[in-house]
């Protein structure tokens, strides 16, 4: 670790200490988890434990006591052992904790019960995310242990507080540093991207472009994918999180990839759909061409002060538009977003804060009300429009509703019955049944950049890869300069 990197982490703690107080938090790190028999799934920290501490092996405990006399910042980590790091790769061991990565004190992982036990009897408050893994026993264990110790005058823990609110607000804004990580992980993404169109030819199975695809993440210095390519081809695109990519392509399909290196433990995200044969055919072109009006409209909306739920809003009104315009709604644009009838064709949000996780933490509200862009927020723009394969025909209720207050229904009353209330006020309404044209059935598209919200607008992080109708033929006709199959 570089003494500019650890900086990073002495800033991290620093502020995440003044949101403790007198508090004593316990971050765990992830732990490894088996693949099949005695193999494990690669491993990859937990984003909150790195955040704080850079250090990157399993079976590890970061303590931050902030109102401790000596030992304010302490790790619990595997121990050197010459014969397991001979099998299983170098630790840093207690010594490296204090050393390389600045604890004041650091011990082995079997000494955490007993070490905890002693900061936590003079805390009131232990921060603790319960429900994230194998501590919570512990921590759970521990307090109940120390109730006796109030009795007899020690402060004691009175409440186990998660600590994700405070890490997470930290996360939802990038320093330059940490932008600076997450742009090299967005131009090696684009890069990927771009190759994927030069690369890609009817014949090939999918998973031969996903090849190319990480070939580029690899080799430009991306250790790791921020999350599972998926790369789906023809009717696959209709399959929102498809990542078998298994298909032989045919010329004529559309190829729809959505994948994302991850470089310094930043994430890119970016979607792009492309003809396998390099053009578009006129219906594909027509839906492409709605679904990036829309991407547009949305990513232009983003600047400082505007609320995130407006990026939705603009990019489900020009997606109904367009929609409307094909002839695959059956009313006009105002009724079908009432009736949220795009929902047939656009089921999912329109995007996601971006950061050390591809899905990253932060609240999209805050008391109830969608919260205001700020500089130094990144997050993806990515509508798409998604036509069913196998349906003649779609089904669409006449019946306005709120989809807040849906989502409100859900959290009072758990998912399954909220969804059969739904299901029950739904029957009640009048329908209509839709047929769709033949054209656009099995077309699936979707379109992703990376934004960040600067002082003064948004700039795309993305920006170069191929997205235009024209860029995208262009790049599909270029050659490019990986091995195929023979
Ligand atoms: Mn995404």
């Known amino acids: 670790m570089t003494s500019e990197e650890l900086a990073t982490f002495i800033d991290r703690r620093r ?5 403790l107080g007198d508090g004593l938090a316990v971050v765990p790190a992830a732990a490894e988890t088996v693949r099949n028999n005695d193999v494990h799934h690669s491993f990859r920290q937990a984003s909150d434990f790195f955040f704080l501490t850079g250090f990157d092996e399993p079976d590890a405990v970061a303590l931050i006591d902030p109102a401790h006399a000596k030992e304010r910042f302490v790790l619990f980590v595997r121990p050197r052992d010459r014969e397991m790091e001979i099998w299983n790769g170098h630790r840093a061991g207690v010594e490296g904790a204090v050393a390389t990565y600045g604890a004041d004190a650091a011990y082995p992982i079997d000494q955490l019960d007993a070490r905890l036990r002693e900061h936590a009897l003079e805390r009131e408050t232990v921060y ?8 919570d026993g512990r921590v759970v264990r521990l307090v109940t242990d120390l109730r006796a110790a109030r009795a007899r005058g020690f402060p004691a823990p009175r409440r186990i507080e998660d600590p994700g609110p405070i890490l997470h607000e930290l996360r939802l804004r990038r320093s330059p540093a940490e932008l600076a990580r997450q742009r090299r992980a967005c131009a090696i993404s684009r890069d990927a991207h771009a190759e994927a169109m030069r690369y890609a030819q009817p014949g090939m199975h999918e998973y031969e472009v996903q090849a190319a695809v990480e070939f580029v993440f690899r080799s430009e210095g991306s250790p790791r994918d921020a999350y599972p390519s998926i790369v789906a081809s023809g009717p696959n695109a209709c399959i929102l999180h498809y990542v078998e990519n298994r298909r032989r392509m045919a010329a004529g399909d559309l190829l729809l990839i959505d994948a994302g290196c991850e470089y310094g433990y930043h994430a890119a995200d970016i979607t792009r759909t492309f003809p396998v044969d390099g053009r578009f055919t006129a219906p594909q072109r027509a839906v492409y061409e709605v679904v990036l009006r829309a991407q547009l409209a949305a990513i232009a909306a983003a600047r400082p002060g505007v609320r995130y739920e407006v990026i939705h809003d603009t990019a489900r009104r020009v997606l109904t538009e367009g929609l409307v ?4 709604l059956p009313r006009g644009v105002d009724d079908s977003l009432a009736m949220h009838h795009y929902r047939e064709f656009f089921m999912h949000g329109t995007g996601h804060w971006l950061g050390m996780d591809v899905h990253d933490v932060g609240d999209y509200r805050v008391r109830r009300a969608s919260r205001p862009l700020e500089p130094g927020m990144v997050f993806t723009v990515e509508p798409g429009l998604y036509v069913d394969p196998e349906r003649e025909t779609a089904t669409f209720w006449l ?5 807040d207050e849906q989502w409100e229904r859900r959290l009072r009353l758990g998912t399954a019955a909220a969804k059969k209330l739904e299901d029950e006020e739904r029957a009640k309404a009048e329908k209509i049944t839709h047929r769709i044209p033949p054209e656009f059935r099995g077309i699936g598209v979707r379109i992703e950049d990376d934004i960040l919200v600067t002082a003064d607008g948004h700039e795309v992080l993305t920006a170069g890869t191929p997205k235009t109708v024209d860029e995208v033929e262009r790049t599909c006709a270029e050659p490019s300069r990986l091995p195929r199959r023979a």
């Open 399 to 403: 019946r306005e509703y709120s989809e």
């Open 325 to 328: 315009a094909l002839g695959l």
């Open 15 to 19: 502020r995440f200490a003044e949101a």
């Open 128 to 135: 603790y995310r319960l429900g994230t893994g194998a501590a």
